[in-house]
Nanobody, 124 residues
């Protein structure tokens, strides 16, 4: 069992930067591929960024590529999402997700565990 708790979401202005963090419980964090997803009001949950178990491989949605960076610290059981040049269309509830797998987690169907989400609102 893994519990995920996100933090760092808040109201910011367009062009600002924000860093989200996800803290995972359990002693086997390094065995999980980790990802960030987001869900805007009235829309389906969508993939944002993924990172492999070791942190050596990352993958991003086209909409955030070049602006967002995912990273992890297996010693601290954390996975972060650094978001730069934020746009109003980045406004959403951001979720941390985990999958016990060698494969990157890029689909909502593949997640084994989800956090409760942290709200990011970007004003224009």
């Amino acid at each position: 069992q893994v519990q995920l708790v996100e933090s760092g979401g808040k109201l910011v202005q367009a062009g600002d930067s924000l860093r989200l963090s996800c803290l995972a419980s359990g002693r086997t964090f390094s065995g999980y591929a980790m990802s960030w997803f987001r869900q805007a009001p009235g829309k389906e949950r969508e993939f944002v960024a993924a990172i492999s178990r070791s942190g050596g491989e990352t993958y991003y949605a086209d909409s955030v590529k070049g602006r967002f960076t995912i990273s992890r610290d297996n010693a601290k059981n954390t996975v972060d999402l650094q978001m730069n040049s934020l746009k109003p269309e980045d406004t959403a509830l951001y979720y941390c997700a985990a999958r016990r797998s060698l494969i990157l987690l890029t689909s909502t169907r593949g997640a084994d565990y989800w956090g409760q989400g942290t709200q990011v609102t970007v004003s224009s």
